[in-house]
Every structure is written in C-alpha cells, then in structure tokens.
C-alpha cells in the first residue's frame, strides 16, 4: 500500500505542481546513476556481510520519491543539497536480536555518520522496534 501511494503521490504532484516537479526530477536525476551504483555496491558488501556470519536477511534499497521530497523541503525550509536521505539502505530479517549478535563485530562496516547515515541497528527508530518486536 505504501508504495501505491508514493506512486499515486508522485503523479498528483507532477500535475500538481509541474515546474517544482520539473525541478526535483532534474536534481534527483543528477545523482541518480551515482547513488545507483554506491546503493548496489552496499548492497552487495551487505549481503556478503550476512552470508559469512549466516544471517537470513534481504537487503532492499530505494532512492527517495519526488513528492516526498518536495515535502521534507517545503516543512523544513532547506534546499536539495541539504537532503542526506535521498537514499536508503534497509535489511530485513525475522529476528532483530539475530541481528544484533552477529553484525555487532563489524562495527568498521556499520559505521554511521551523525546527520547523514544513521545506523538504526545500534539506534533503532521507534517504529522498527515496535513492528520488529512484535509476533
């Protein structure tokens, strides 16, 4: 349902408000081949990371839709170049603690960078930690 509506989101707005979706199309489409390629590469380094220590895992990644962009842009005051979630990096798995256990000794691989990649693994948000919890 969520990616239903980011679709029907995205169509609206284009006809919504055509010269802003122009204009954020054109700055997503400018980092997209290069965000592409860094998210597979991660991706990948990721997947080996779960295989070696034998965690049942997928790895899903996306780049941020337009209208969801035009949205963080118009509630916090900011231009495109202060936008650090253009992309995302998910890992899903039946069990956090799993999880947890195994990844904690590749902190190197993991590492985040305060206000650019969070690392929800040793800070998880309050939304995962409720639907990752519950059986």
Avoid at 114 to 131: L, N, Y
Wanted: charged share 25%; net charge positive.
């Amino acid at each position: 349902m969520g990616k239903l509506r980011g679709e029907l989101e995205d169509l609206a707005f284009r006809w919504v408000d055509p010269i802003t979706w122009e204009q954020l199309h054109e700055a997503v489409e400018a980092r997209r081949s290069e965000g592409e390629q860094f998210l597979a590469g991660v991706e990948g380094l990721l997947s080996e990371r779960l295989h070696e220590n034998n965690i049942k895992a997928r790895v899903e990644w996306r780049i941020k839709r337009l209208y969801s962009i035009h949205s963080k842009l118009v509630k916090s005051q900011t231009s495109i170049d202060q936008v650090y979630d253009l992309l995302a990096l998910r890992v899903v798995t039946s069990s956090v603690q799993e999880l947890y256990a195994r990844l904690r000794h590749h902190p190197q691989h993991l590492a985040s960078r305060p206000g650019r990649i969070k690392d929800f693994i040793a800070m998880p948000a309050p939304i995962c930690i409720s639907r990752c919890t519950q059986p």
